[in-house]
Nanobody
Framework: HVQLVESGGGSVQAGRSLRLSCQLSGYAYFVAWFRQAPGSEREGVAAIDGDDTKYADSVKGRFTISKENAKNTLYLQMNSLKPEDTAMYYC?????????????????????WGQGTQVTV
């Protein structure tokens, strides 16, 4: 069982940056960031599978996902933010082998989720 707590959201102007953090209560091999705008489905933003990373096309070159294992913390550095990045951002984790599929395809089937942090651009 893993608990996740996001922080770092806020309201920023277009073109600026934000860094989201997600504190995990323990180690998880498969971790990811998702987002959900009002009236839209939850979409994958970025994921880490061990040392491999996966990004949605809409954020490639602007967002960077990283993990600090010693602190069990996941980050999402978001640069050059656009109004269409406005959403509730969630971190997710999974401990089972199915996580390979979840991270590779950025599907929202992860077993553990945080409460979310709002980003408004």
């Amino acid at each position: 069982h893993v608990q996740l707590v996001e922080s770092g959201g806020g309201s920023v102007q277009a073109g600026r940056s934000l860094r989201l953090s997600c504190q995990l209560s323990g180690y998880a091999y498969f971790v990811a960031w998702f987002r959900q705008a009002p009236g839209s489905e939850r979409e994958g933003v970025a994921a880490i599978d061990g040392d491999d990373t996966k990004y949605a096309d809409s954020v490639k070159g602007r967002f960077t996902i990283s993990k600090e294992n010693a602190k069990n913390t996941l980050y999402l550095q978001m640069n050059s933010l656009k109004p269409e990045d406005t959403a509730m951002y969630y971190c997710a984790a999974d401990l089972g082998g199915s996580g390979y599929c979840y991270t590779a395809h950025l599907v929202p089937d992860f077993g553990y989720w945080g409460q979310g942090t709002q980003v408004t651009v």
